[in-house]
């Protein structure tokens, strides 16, 4: 099934739903970052999260960025998603790996550890709005959730995943269920929300079975006036980098350090941290950066 987001509303629009199938991009992301299992899973969770923050956005070029610094092996990540599809992201420690927790999955909470959650929201214009919490749990949902409730003052409830094998990612994506202000005291929906959601057994099984996203939105929401939006929006890992911008960030080093590069590694190379793309800059271009600052 293709990586794609749809939207949904319920109950005369008190509750917000989002969902996105994201197994292709993550497995790009395993690939190109060399992700250990549990890295994949936590890098995984985060695009997912970072592609249904992204999808309330209203402005054509706004962005999420989402980053974890924890205490753990896996030291942090990066996540940067946009209201356009678009995500990408990193970890600091790709290879690192841990024995399942008590519940027999993969450990993204141990790999993590405790720390804090960052995110910005940037709609293309002025300061961007920017946050931090305590990680509840380090298990992704649980700190987005968090989140959302103590910064953004919307009841919300994530369930994301990643199921990998040793063929790659599986299944991956999420859902994301927002109580909105006009039902924020109908406690009565409330409650019909938080249990529905909390029997679900996870977002990868449903997928692994053959479920799509708007049967999931059924069977959470089919008898509340579910209004499934007709909007499919395609998903995809996509990194702006090129060389011409490697090229703009060596210049920036000057003329000196420059030709020390020259003389001594007879050029210069440079990794993407959010792709892994990896640039070579020849003595020749190099020597080019220096004519050009010097006229």
């Known amino acids: 099934m293709a990586d794609q987001l749809i939207r949904a509303t319920a109950a005369e629009g008190g509750i917000r739903a989002v969902g996105a199938i994201a197994t292709r991009l993550t497995e790009e992301a395993r690939r190109r970052h060399k992700l250990s299992y549990v890295a994949t899973a936590a890098l995984g969770r985060t695009m997912s999260a970072g592609l249904l923050l992204a999808s309330s956005m209203k402005t054509q070029n706004s962005r999420v960025n989402i980053r974890i610094k924890g205490d753990g092996p896996l030291g942090g990540l990066m996540v940067d998603a946009g209201v356009d599809g678009t995500v990408r992201g990193y970890v600091e420690n790709p290879d690192v790996e841990l024995p399942p927790n008590a519940l027999g999955k993969l450990d993204v909470g141990g790999a993590i550890g405790e720390g804090y959650l960052y995110v910005v929201r940037d709609v293309g214009y002025g300061y961007p709005y920017s946050s931090t919490v305590e990680l509840v749990s380090g298990e992704i949902g649980d700190d987005i959730s968090h989140y959302l409730v103590t910064s953004e003052q919307t009841p919300s409830a994530l369930v994301l995943g990643v199921f ?13 269920l927002q109580v909105m202000p006009k039902a924020a005291n109908d406690e009565e929906l409330i409650a019909k ?10 977002f990868t099984p449903l997928l692994r079975s053959g479920k799509t996203l708007e049967q999931m939105f059924e069977e959470l929401l089919g008898d ?16 702006g980098c090129s060389f011409d911008r490697v090229l703009g960030a060596l210049k920036m080093l000057g003329a000196e350090e420059l030709q020390d590069m020259i ?20 003595s020749d271009h190099l020597a080019e950066l220096i004519m050009d600052l010097g006229s």
């Open 164 to 176: 990998v094998g040793a063929e790659g990612v599986q299944a991956s994506g999420g859902l994301m």
């Open 193 to 202: 929300l938080e249990s529905r959601v909390a029997s679900l057994s996870g």
């Open 224 to 239: 509340m006036g579910l209004d499934i939006l007709p909007e499919v929006q395609m998903l995809r890992f996509h990194c």
């Open 263 to 282: 003389e001594k590694d007879r050029g210069a190379e440079a990794t993407c941290h959010f792709c892994n793309e990896v640039y070579q800059a020849s």
